[in-house]
C-alpha cells in the first residue's frame, strides 16, 4: 500500500484548524479546574466533559473522513495507472497493426478513437513519440503480438 498522503481539502483543514482551537480551549479550562470554587466543580467538570465528548466526537469524524479520502485518492491512483497501462497498449498495438497489417489500420486507429474518445492528441503524440524513438519502434514492428 502507498504511504503517499494527499492533500486534504480547505473544509476539512477548516475543521482541523477548528478542533485544534477547541483543544487548546478545552486544556486552557482544565488548567484553570483548580480555581473554580468546590461548589460549581460538578458543573465545571460537567462542562469539560461535555467538552471532551464533542471533542472525541469530531477527532472520529475528522479522522473517518481522512481515512475515506486518502482511500479514494490511492484507488483513483491506481485506475489512473491502470488506464494509462492499457492507453500504452493500445497505442503500440496500433503502430504494430498500422505497419504490419495496414488493411485493417483504419478500422483499428477508428475503434481505439472511439475507445480513448477526448485523448485523441494524446494518442496522436503518443504514436509519434515511438514511431520517432527508433529502438522503440523496432521492438513494437517486431512484436509478434500484442502483450
Sequence with gaps: MSDKVYEMDDDYNRAMTELVECIKIRDELADEFHLVLPENRNEAR???????????QMEAALAKEYESFQALRRAEEVRDAAFDEMFERVVKSYIHIKYNHPDIEPEVKEKALAVWEGREEQFHDRVAMYENDKTEFE????RAETK
Design 46 to 56: 460537567s462542562i469539560l466533559d461535555a467538552m471532551n465528548k464533542k471533542i472525541e
Design 139 to 142: 521492438k513494437i514492428i517486431a
